[in-house]
């Protein structure tokens, strides 16, 4: 299954907890995770048609009269066609609306450009009073769920297409998922499956690398990070998105007491394009066997 089903689940679950829970859908149900409410708990499900800028405003509509609003669509008709509405509606106001966008990134398969989000984060980032979270492992789930209704504050929750590879750790904001090293591998999200995968290969040739995974970008974690980090000898970046206004941006603009030894990720000048997963990673050497040889050359 894919990460957004098991947060359709987890939201599905918390309904019968919370009265509040509100989720909002852009005609994906099926797609998106928001299916596992509409199917268990129709009354708290609402299909709002293709119209991501009237699903947001009344997102933000029942946030403020008290209800907990969970918006889903894919990330990039979420981000980029409504990005009017979360900029003025929600993160002006400090209201808490939820915003679930599924199939982030560049690995779309046959859905192409016009479907991938490869600069979503630098475009949500941007914006004041939203946190920021990527997980990769279905571990992860209620604990991201609990944090955001702790906080309450809005949210952005970035989910890949591809299934959730089972990852079995305990989750928190900044975590390793082998064992620390000089050498760290830095990601997010569906790109910490390929640092795990990268991982490995390397393990095989006898180098040691560690992966360091980040679940929540924003408010990015710098002293958490820093002090995962502050010995490493190299520190290698993988993200799927642009290198831009992603993790890449953040850690120079907000640790630039580290050195980022390389990044990877999809190109500057790559619009986009169709295809199987490890062909589009392999056009932009995001591939698990590209990334070992460049960190090999490094190494």
């Known amino acids: 299954m894919k990460l ?17 829970i509100r989720v909002i859908d852009g005609d994906l149900a099926d797609s998106n995770g928001a299916m596992h409410v509409a199917e268990s708990k129709a009354d708290r499900f609402i299909m709002g048609g293709i119209a991501e800028q009237n699903m947001v405003s009344m997102a933000a509509g029942m946030a403020e009269c008290g209800l907990l609003p969970w918006v889903f669509s894919f990330s ?4 980029y066609r409504a990005y009017d509405q979360i900029r003025v509606s929600i993160c002006q106001t400090g209201l808490p609306v939820v915003l679930v966008g599924s199939h982030a990134g560049g690995c779309l398969g046959r859905n192409g ?11 949500m980032a941007s914006l004041p009073n939203i946190d920021i979270w990527a997980p990769v492992s279905a571990a992860e789930i209620p604990y991201m769920v609990s944090e955001i209704a ?5 949210a952005y929750i970035r989910l890949p297409r591809e299934a ?3 990852l079995a750790f305990s989750p928190g904001t900044v975590v390793w998922l082998t064992e620390p090293s000089d050498c760290v591998l830095l990601s997010y999200g569906y790109s910490t499956e390929i640092a795990m995968e990268t991982h490995g290969l390397l393990a095989d040739k006898g180098i040691d690398v560690g992966v360091l995974h980040i679940c929540r970008l924003k408010p990015y974690p710098v002293e958490d990070i820093y002090e995962a ?28 007491r580290v050195r980022i030894s390389r990044v990877f990720a999809w190109p500057d000048g790559w619009t986009g394009g ?11 050497g995001l591939d698990p066997a590209s990334i070992c040889e460049s960190i090999e050359e490094v190494l």
């Open 113 to 123: 450009k016009t479907h991938q989000s490869l600069n979503d984060v630098c475009v």
């Open 150 to 154: 702790e906080q309450n504050r809005a």
């Open 4 to 20: 957004a089903d098991y947060l359709g689940m987890e939201l599905a679950r918390r309904c019968d907890v919370d009265a509040r």
């Open 274 to 284: 169709s295809g199987d997963t490890i062909s589009l990673l392999e056009q932009a």
């Open 164 to 166: 959730e590879g089972g």
């Open 229 to 256: 980090i502050k010995y490493a000898r190299e520190l290698f970046i993988i993200e799927d998105h642009y290198s831009f206004g992603g993790l890449a941006s953040l850690t120079r603009h907000l640790l630039d």
């Open 76 to 79: 990039a008709f979420l981000c």
